[in-house]
């Protein structure tokens, strides 16, 4: 993993057409900013993971009928 420190509106490219921004930084939370082509799924982690288990349950599914 590779761990960056940034700035408030320092930011981070990711194979030329992702750029990640540190919005905001209150506390303990930061506030990042995503800029995707549409087409690119962009996705908090327990939303990722709840979308990957309802798909794993939707196939088990389809292979028990």
Excluded: W, Y
Excluded at 1 to 19: C, F, G, H
Excluded at 35 to 49: G, I, L, Q, S, T
Aim: charged share 40%; glycine share 4%; net charge negative.
């Amino acid at each position: 993993m590779l761990v960056l420190s940034r700035k408030k509106n320092e930011s981070i490219v990711i194979n030329d057409d992702i750029t990640i921004v540190v919005v905001e930084i209150r506390g303990d939370k930061v506030r990042l900013g995503v800029e995707a082509p549409k087409e690119m799924p962009v996705h908090r982690r327990e939303v990722f993971d709840a979308i990957h288990r309802n798909e794993e349950k939707e196939k088990q599914n389809e292979s028990e009928t």
